[in-house]
């Protein structure tokens, strides 16, 4: 029997945009893993919210997490998700650099291989 798709759970990252076609508007992300569009599928409760981050965010800035369950070629490509959840992704600006960690101390004031050493040890 030779499948032409296949279906698993799975999350995707990448820019959502919303295009025009056939009268209606509909959403696909770009997933920087295959280089492939993936056309989402938001049920009626998640629609505005990917409006919002359609609309709200210029596209640099649109990076996104869908959950659901994916639909693949055979060739394993993404093709499509019905999405269970959409969550936006911090942009560039937003996300901790380790300078800004500097006087965070997790270990006690022990090197760090010691730590883990320690931690292990009582195993």
Request: hydrophobic share 35%; glycine share 4%.
């Amino acid at each position: 029997m030779n499948k032409t798709h296949y279906h698993l759970t799975t999350t995707f990252e990448g820019r959502l945009r919303a295009k025009w076609r056939r009268e209606r508007w509909y959403y696909v992300l770009f997933d920087a893993l295959s280089k492939t569009d993936v056309v989402c599928y938001f049920p009626d409760k998640l629609k505005e919210k990917a409006l919002r981050l359609v609309r709200d965010y210029p596209p640099l800035e649109r990076r996104v997490a869908v959950y659901g369950k994916a639909k693949y070629s055979r060739e394993d490509k993404p093709v499509s998700i019905v999405v269970k959840s959409v969550d936006r992704l911090p942009g560039k600006d937003e996300i901790v650099r380790s300078e800004e960690l500097k006087g965070v101390d997790i270990t006690g004031g022990v090197e760090s291989s010691e730590h883990v050493w320690r931690i292990h040890a009582d195993d």
